[in-house]
């Protein structure tokens, strides 16, 4: 019965319940600044406007969680290139986990389907 | 053609279109506002302009390099609108939020309107009833019943009824139906207020921090600022405290002023030998006036002289209570005029009342006391019945020994009576009698001291003097007075009842005792003035005085 905006608004929560395991997760992998995440995520579509992520990487920064260096760039200002320090991969190896977990749970429960 | 202008986004330079320039200015503003109480704004802010240059750049890469309006709707649609990011950013999003609709709900906040769509008369009741969320039934036999109470409440209901404004439109209609106003509300309103101040003095302190060393002379300025917000934050805070206060004091008054002058509730009561008398301002008055007429004039006089003040009182209160903006210039110019008005009766009244009082005439008859003994005793009787003399001492007198006790159609009784005692040339006991009246002139004045019925009576060795004297068939108070003198031969003695109290007017004596110590004892007459036989020890002794008196009284029947 719930309309499409309510499907929409719950589709969206579960985007954002990830995304900031997402984020981490491609910082894994090297240091990026914030075009470089957007581009990968928008791939997959786990974000749909990127003015979402600046508030969320400012958030998690402010947690410890990433340091950042300025780089000037050739065209355009200078850019914020993004890394994990250490307490953010803890926090990363915590969120693999849990998401393995949640993941596993949500195909049990649902697996009947 | 259009005009451009250069703006620097992020230290990068871009020749922008002027109508592209607005929206992005807006756009920005937009953002800036839904972040103004999350932490790091500023900083969310420079990455989001950073990246709003570096799309820009992107797009600008080749000529002509002009950011056109199509180009920033292009960066709109890839950043998304502030409401966006929320929905996927929670925390900072839902905290932002509240403090959004604490303002928003302030700024419109309900209004008090008169429903001209639903009225009976003035639509005062539904749009109140609106207001408070409640049936306006209720309201409305409320106000019918307090329309029978001396028509306050038909006053109440006109000066609301200028007051608040009619809901004409449509968003003062919405404004009147709004959220509701109850309890509940007004603490969340008095939070939300606190929280308002908080923020404010967060922010506030923030841009401080930053704007402190580049703009020092703005510096006092934002102190004034800051100060002010905190201060009309808080003064809001008790204005509706206050106001409601006033408006229910002078409610109160108004119908105390109402009740008293235009009612007949009783304001002045007597008790008089256990018999309770009550009178209202309006008897009184009557006693006074010299007809209905100047009555009424005086009861409206009054009215307008108190009642409109305190009208204002409720006006203002009602228009701090009731958030109400507009003003009304036409009801502070009547009310000022009819309080002149009002100024202008009582002052005619007054002068032409002094008038009737301008001449004093006064009738004096001395006549002999005969009796056989040496001592005289005195006692005041209130009626022809049997007086109890202790209830004489409680009797309440509002103005004393001029009290006006009795009123009827006729006649008024009136109490004051001055009493005293002076030596005797001869050796007999004497009573003058003056009775003194006022007028417009001496004969008006004379006419009503002779119509001054006082009678006293003289059983055995006991003169019995009235508390009381009737006016006579002139029916008005105009200073009508009783002066009683007894004159008392050296060597013969007095005895003062305790019932003569009220009468005593400066009565002098040797001892100089004042006038309320001297009932209940004996008092011989010597050459240096009325002398106390048996005072100290004032009890013991008063005792045996009472026992002689009736012992002389005895001899003198004897000697009949």
Request: charged share 25%; hydrophobic share 40%; glycine share 6%.
């Amino acid at each position: 019965m719930g309309n499409a905006n309510d499907i929409e608004n719950t589709k969206a929560q579960m985007r954002k319940g990830v995304l900031e395991f997402c984020i981490l997760a491609v910082l894994s992998k090297g240091e990026a600044y914030p075009s470089d995440i957007i581009e990968q995520l928008k791939e997959v579509k786990l974000i749909v406007v990127e003015g979402t992520l600046y508030p969320l990487l400012t958030r998690i920064k402010n947690e410890g969680l990433l340091s950042y260096r300025w780089e000037e760039s050739n065209a355009g200002p200078p850019r914020k290139y993004y890394t994990l320090t250490e307490k953010g991969r803890e926090a990363l190896a915590e969120l693999r986990a849990a998401w393995q977990e949640l993941v596993q749970s949500v195909n049990k429960t649902t697996q009947h389907i | 053609m259009n005009k451009t202008l250069s703006i620097n986004i992020s230290g990068c330079i871009f020749n922008i279109e002027e109508d592209a320039y607005q929206v992005l200015y807006r756009y920005l503003e937009d953002i800036k506002s839904y972040f103004t109480a999350s932490d790091g704004r500023e900083e969310i802010m420079a990455d989001i302009e950073a990246r709003i240059a570096e799309l820009l750049t992107e797009r600008n890469a080749k000529p002509p390099r002009v950011v056109m309006l199509s180009d920033i709707d292009a960066v709109m649609q890839a950043m998304g609108r502030p409401e966006e990011f929320s929905g996927n950013e929670q925390k900072s999003g839902a905290k932002q939020y509240s403090t959004d609709e604490a303002d928003t709900s302030y700024s419109g906040r309900k209004r008090v309107f008169r429903d001209g769509d639903d009225k009976l008369i003035g639509g005062v009741c539904s749009g109140v009833s609106a207001y408070f969320d409640i049936d306006p039934l209720w309201l409305r036999l409320g106000f019918a019943a307090t329309f029978l109470f001396f028509g306050s409440g038909l006053l109440f209901y006109i000066l609301l009824w200028i007051v608040i404004p009619e809901a004409k439109t449509a968003s003062e209609k919405l404004q009147m139906k709004g959220e509701k106003v109850d309890i509940n509300n007004i603490g969340k309103q008095v939070n939300e207020e606190f929280e308002r101040i908080k923020n404010r003095v967060k922010s506030e302190a923030k841009e401080f921090d930053k704007n402190i060393k580049p703009q020092a002379k703005n510096f006092v300025q934002r102190v004034v600022y800051f100060l002010e917000d905190i201060f009309s934050g808080l003064f809001g805070l008790f204005k509706n405290f206050f106001a409601v206060l006033i408006i229910f004091i002078g409610l109160c008054m108004l119908l105390a002023l109402l009740s008293s002058i235009f009612g007949y509730s009783n304001v002045v009561h007597f008790n008089i030998d256990g018999q309770s008398l009550s009178y209202s301002i309006k008897d009184l008055m009557r006693v006074i006036f010299n007809n209905d007429n100047q009555l009424m004039l005086t009861a409206i006089g009054l009215f307008l002289l108190i009642g409109i003040p305190l009208l204002m009182l409720i006006y203002k209160g009602l228009r701090v209570m009731l958030n109400i903006k507009h003003k009304n210039r036409i009801f502070s110019t009547v009310a000022s005029v009819l309080f002149i008005i009002g100024l202008v009766i009582i002052s005619y009244v007054s002068v032409s009342m002094k008038k009737e009082f301008e001449y004093r005439e006064k009738i004096a008859e001395k006549i002999c006391i005969p009796i056989s003994g040496n001592t005289l005793c005195l006692r005041s009787e209130t009626n022809s019945s049997e007086n109890s003399e202790e209830e004489e001492e409680e009797t309440s007198l509002v103005f004393s020994k001029n009290t006006f006790v009795q009123i009827n159609d006729s006649s008024i009784l009136l109490g004051n009576i001055h009493f005293d005692v002076v030596k005797s040339t001869d050796d007999s006991f004497r009573l003058r009698v003056t009775r003194l009246a006022r007028g417009e002139n001496a004969k008006q004045a004379y006419g009503r001291a002779k119509q001054i019925d006082y009678h006293y009576t003289l059983t055995d060795t006991t003169l019995v003097l009235p508390r009381y004297f009737a006016s006579g068939s002139f029916n008005k108070y105009r200073g009508q007075q009783i002066n009683l003198r007894l004159y008392v031969p050296v060597g013969k003695s007095i005895f003062l009842n305790h019932s003569m109290e009220p009468l005593l007017y400066d009565v002098k004596n040797t001892s100089n005792m004042p006038d309320d110590e001297m009932t209940g004892r004996l008092w011989t007459m010597q050459i240096d003035g009325l002398n106390c036989v048996n005072c100290p020890p004032p009890k013991k002794e008063q005792s045996r005085a009472e026992a002689s008196t009736e012992e002389d009284s005895a001899a003198s029947t004897e000697e009949y």
